[in-house]
């Protein structure tokens, strides 16, 4: 050992760390997300909602970015559509949460992007195809993975206006006919055990929660009917293939619904089918959104007005008059198609309530209709 004055030069002699200035293109991430095991990643994934990989992949192009996501979800059987067993599996939602988090501030063209990695991540389109063209209801579990995947990651967790863009991006490929059989499908009623209420539907009457979705999701693509190739007309069609699925619906739940997507897309859809001679059908829809107001407790007045919209509609006071007269024999049309039945000694509990309903809307409209007129005379 040396003196204590050796040692202490010794220690003066060390060299010092040299410090240098970074730049951001010298401290390039390394990524390493393919490295870790897929419970590890899943575990990231749900403590920090996408936020670390976002930070750690910042100076990546975005085809990079989506590279590395589909190395690593490919590894997870809870992202991918039928390979998750799990009865309650949270996969599709921690997807949705990662990819909000990831592209959250990304342009439209980088979103494009997104969609066409998600189509081949997942072959979606083709599992689309094959749901919305087979008999509804015989793939009950992909139309059930496929309403979980498109609302979970890409529908939900977003605003409206975003959301719009997805449904949009999810639309568009498709002919009308298979948009309408595609909505039902992504917003479409349940029954208990998780599956398309398909012949529910068609059969019985749904309630305001069971159709509250499908009313909003119209509502979102009627309001925003300035989009290249998405008109009024494109609406008023899928509706029309929409209540028809997989055949002609329960005339409450065609009515139920129209009340809850409101008086514009109510006057809208009654107006266009009037104007094209549909006056039967007009009537005893009405009669049945009167019935559904009285039932739901909504308030008279908004049926009342819209009806008189749609008396307004029409080009003179003679065609007003026939439709008017079209509209109070369809009251005594299904009010005696109520009686009847249950005067034939079908004990049906729920009919006989509608014929007491039916009665009392019937008062109810005709006592705010005649009201309306008086005052304005």
Not at 115 to 139: E, R, W
Not at 195 to 208: C, F, K, P, Y
Not at 221 to 243: A, F, G, P, R, V
Request: charged share 20%; net charge positive; hydrophobic share 45%.
């Amino acid at each position: 050992m040396g003196t204590p004055t050796a040692q202490r030069s010794r220690r003066a002699r060390r060299p010092y760390p040299v410090r240098t200035v970074t730049t951001r293109s010298q401290c390039r991430p390394s990524v390493r997300f393919e490295r870790l095991p897929a419970e590890v990643f899943h575990m990231i994934l749900d403590r920090l909602s996408g936020l670390l990989f976002k930070r750690c992949t910042i100076l990546l192009p975005t085809k990079d970015r989506l590279k590395l996501i589909s190395s690593m979800f490919s590894q997870i059987p809870c992202f991918k559509l039928e390979e998750c067993t799990a009865a309650e599996c949270l996969g599709f939602y921690s997807y949705g949460v990662f990819l909000k988090t990831m592209i959250s501030g990304w342009d439209e063209v980088e979103w494009h992007r997104v969609f066409n990695f998600l189509c081949s991540f997942t072959n979606l389109l083709p599992k689309i195809k094959m749901a919305v063209t087979g008999k509804p209801g015989v793939s009950w579990y992909l139309e059930l993975q496929l309403r979980l995947f498109c609302r979970q990651v890409l529908l939900d967790p977003w605003p409206c206006k975003d959301t719009l863009f997805w449904l949009t991006r999810i639309l568009k490929p498709w002919p009308v006919v298979l948009q309408a059989r595609l909505l039902f499908i992504l917003y479409g009623p349940l029954l208990p055990d998780s599956t398309l209420a398909w012949q529910g539907i068609v059969e019985r009457e749904m309630s305001h929660s069971a159709l509250w979705n499908l009313a909003r999701v119209i509502v979102l693509l009627y309001s925003n009917l300035d989009l290249k190739d998405w008109t009024t007309d494109t609406m008023q069609t899928i509706l029309e293939e929409l209540i028809v699925l997989p055949e002609v619906w329960h005339m409450e739940n065609v009515a139920r619904l129209l009340v809850l997507c409101g008086n514009t897309v109510c006057y809208s859809f009654l107006a266009n089918k009037a104007h094209n001679g549909q006056l039967r059908q007009v009537s005893r829809l009405i009669v049945h959104i009167i019935l559904v107001c009285e039932k739901d407790g909504y308030c008279m007045n908004s049926v009342v007005e819209m009806v008189h919209q749609v008396c307004q509609s029409f080009n003179n006071t003679s065609e007003r008059f026939a439709f008017i007269q079209r509209l109070e024999d369809m009251f005594s049309e299904v009010t005696m198609e109520v009686y009847e039945f249950v005067t034939a000694g079908n004990h049906h509990e729920d009919m006989g309530q509608t014929l007491w309903s039916l009665v009392e809307s019937s008062a109810h409209f005709h006592a705010k209709f005649l009201y309306m007129f008086l005052k304005n005379e």
